[in-house]
């Protein structure tokens, strides 16, 4: 059941008993097993970034952001200054635990306390973080921050409608497609439909189950393997969650 009637016999949303607006997301390092997130310091992380970004034989992981590339450190280190340092989008460097050094960013933005949503966004993976357990669990963290240690009620992903990539990491990653919205801005010149994903506080705790399966070390072969994929463990939480919503 999704409404109630009011007074008037109109069905309106179910009821939020006790609802209290979360706190801004302010935490500092979020720590995993395979890496950690810090906030970002562009003096201590930009070098290590450019490096990592450089590695890409070609410019195709900046074709959807709305910045990029740079073509030198200094050029980066500037936009990171200008654009990363604020509350919103709070922005964070991925630390490989083995290397020590900074090989992605992830942010949140869009945060709204007062209805109990936020984004996640502006993410760019450089290739050391390709198809990495990392790259994973650094998106598992952000999500058991927002809902475990602060209650939001929804997280949100968005991106460019020609974007297969981040289209498919979304519902890895067990988010729920929600429609597209055309036209809804301009990107590099270029017009830009937004495909809007979600995944709700109700829909967490199965979805947290599905990653503690996948994240598990015993999940993976001598070779690095994984024996059962993200993709098939979230769309299981999802639909067990949404059937008993």
Sequence with gaps: MSSVLNELGQPIGLPVPNFTPPPVPVIAVMTGRTGRLERVDPDRHAADLFAANYTAKDARYWTYLPYGPFETEADYHAWMVKTCLGQDPLFYAVIDGKTDKAVGVASY???????????VGHI???PLMQQ???STEAMYLMMAHIFDDLGYRRYEWKCNSLN?????????LGFSYEGT?????VVKGHNRDTTWFSLLDREWPAVKAAYQVWLDPKNFDDKGHQKQSLSTLTADAITKAQASA
Excluded: G, N, W
Aim: charged share 25%.
């Design 109 to 119: 933005l869009r945060v709204d306390p007062k209805v109990a949503s936020i984004e």
């Design 124 to 126: 760019h993976f450089s």
């Design 132 to 134: 990495t357990v990392l």
């Design 164 to 172: 297969e990539a981040s289209k498919a990491a979304a519902l890895r």
């Design 181 to 185: 919205f055309r036209q809804m801005s």
